[in-house]
């Protein structure tokens, strides 16, 4: 059975990978980001819009409705960071990141949640990060938006779990992506010593436990986060 899967933050990175492989799995994928994508695929339809945005958020769960849509599982994986300590970081940036990162994931599950109902598995995955247990110095309002998402896939899990839909987080390390090359080599390797596996994160890494999450057998894992290479809260 092939399922309709909904991808945040499609048009890179690991969110351009996560919707080629589902698409190759069989899959129907929408996607949305603030750029265009370059997919091109019968099983594949792309939205532009700001995840911030809840009139262009609802705007998009609208056309999916018009055609025909039900959803199986929203990957939450649209999101941006800011390498700055407290008292450098400017405001206008920090609200940026707090709006794309914890109102962009709240916006998609509360618009998701009546179409996951439709689905015997439903599933959401919301994408942290090891940066809210390690408590890296210059990204405390990255940091602190994760920290609201994954409190926020806490309370989902329990509030939808009546309707057969889990909620569950995964925190990768760091990964070759947009939101980490800028950041200095010895940051990187000082955060990679931190680790158990002291190694980047793959797209393999990441893929597995997202696959995890949307089997059908997960069905009794929930309001869990999971974060790669060894970390622990």
């Known amino acids: 059975m092939h399922r309709r899967?909904?991808?945040?933050?499609?048009?890179?990175?690991?969110?351009?990978?996560?919707a080629k492989h589902y698409l190759e799995c069989g899959d129907y994928v929408?996607?949305?980001s603030r750029s265009a994508v370059a997919i091109e695929h019968s099983n594949y339809s792309h939205y532009s819009l700001d995840v911030s945005n809840d009139d262009a958020v609802q705007e998009m769960f609208n056309a999916l409705r018009r055609q025909g849509w039900s959803l199986d599982a929203l990957i939450n994986n649209a999101g941006v960071a800011g390498m700055n300590p407290v008292a450098l970081m400017p405001p206008l940036a920090a609200r940026r990141i707090l709006e794309t990162n914890f109102l962009g994931t709240f916006h998609f599950i509360r618009h998701a949640i009546r179409l996951l109902r439709r689905s015997k598995a439903g599933r959401i995955v919301n994408l942290t990060t090891v940066a809210v247990p390690l408590h890296l110095e210059g990204e405390a309002v990255y940091a602190a938006s994760k920290?609201?998402?994954?409190?926020?896939?806490?309370i989902v899990a329990r509030e939808v779990g009546s309707f057969g839909i889990t909620c569950?987080?995964?925190g990768p390390g760091p990964a070759r992506t947009r939101l980490t090359r800028n950041v200095p080599a010895e940051k990187i390797e000082a955060l990679l010593s931190r680790q158990a596996i002291p190694r980047w994160t793959e797209f393999a890494d990441v893929?597995?436990?997202?696959?995890f999450f949307l089997r059908p057998e997960s069905s009794m894992v929930t309001g869990q986060v999971i974060y790669l290479g060894g970390v622990s809260a």
């Open 207 to 211: 893929l597995n436990v997202v696959d």
């Open 168 to 170: 569950n987080a995964l």
């Open 147 to 154: 920290a609201a998402v994954e409190s926020l896939t806490k």
């Open 5 to 18: 899967i909904l991808i945040t933050g499609a048009s890179e990175g690991l969110g351009l990978e996560l």
């Open 30 to 32: 929408a996607g949305c």
